[in-house]
């Protein structure tokens, strides 16, 4: 199975919302609803932010919020802050006890 | 608090072997499903291996099956990756990550990291 395809890039000012998405196949992404996000720093282990598609682990702001449609996962991070500058991966079930990440996404802040 | 340490990493030769430890802490480890998760420099995540924590069943990503193999130690408290016939592609940052809800990773490891060179 092919990895996630997610754009290379997103950007916004402090204040604004950004959204990224992670677009997968009728057999993984459209199939469950196992879609986590992932945000990672420089030189440090990645973090999950939303996992099930739209659950938020205890601590994770309520600025960042998931979605599905399709084939298609969103993660939207509202109030944009300079802290929330990073990597972002998605990652979902592939039906195959397996899991599959996307290519990641640099999120900058303006 | 939950706690994951791996240990393990260096640098190894095109076609030898390596094996990772991840000491777990702070929860009920045959309770937990457990992966291994890599990262090449400047490089995105790649899922590497998964044992189940009730079944113990294990599963691997098609670029290391039969080369790599995950176990663990119940009594432990430890996760293991053996890695044989190592190539460079395989040169990565590797995470050792506990299973949440919905195949979620919710705790990670600092990392390892494993150079294959010559």
């Known amino acids: 199975q092919s990895a996630l395809t997610q754009p290379p890039s997103a950007s916004g000012s402090p204040g604004q919302s950004v959204t990224i998405s992670c677009t997968g196949t009728?057999?993984?992404?459209?199939?469950?609803?196992?879609v986590s996000w992932y945000q990672q720093h420089p030189g440090k282990a990645p973090k999950l932010m939303i996992y099930?598609?739209?659950k938020r682990p205890s601590g994770v702001p309520d600025r960042f919020s998931g979605s599905k449609s399709g084939n298609t996962a969103s993660l939207t991070v509202s109030g944009l802050q300079a802290e929330d500058e990073a990597d972002y991966y998605c990652?979902?079930?592939?039906?195959?006890?397996?899991?599959?990440f996307g290519g990641g996404t640099k999120l900058t802040v303006l | 608090e939950v706690q994951l340490l791996e240990s393990g990493g260096g640098l190894v030769q095109p076609g030898g072997s390596l094996r990772l430890s991840c000491a777990a802490s702070?929860?009920?480890?045959?309770?937990?499903?457990l992966s291994w998760t890599r990262q090449a420099p400047g490089k995105g995540l790649e899922w590497v291996s998964l044992?189940?924590?009730?079944?113990?069943?294990?599963y691997y990503a098609d670029s290391v099956r039969g080369r790599f193999t995950i176990s663990r130690d119940t009594s432990k408290n430890m996760l293991y990756l053996h890695m044989n016939s190592l190539r460079a592609d395989d040169t990565a940052v590797y995470y050792c990550?506990?299973?949440?809800?919905?195949?979620?990773?919710?705790?990670w490891g600092q990392g390892t990291l494993v150079t294959v060179s010559s």
């Open positions: 990550a506990r299973f949440g809800s919905g195949y979620s990773l919710d705790q």
């Open positions: 702070g929860f009920t480890f045959s309770s937990y499903g």
């Open positions: 044992i189940y924590g009730d079944t113990g069943g294990t």
């Open positions: 009728s057999s993984d992404v459209g199939a469950y609803n196992y």
């Open positions: 099930e598609v739209t």
């Open positions: 990652s979902s079930f592939g039906g195959r006890n397996n899991l599959i």
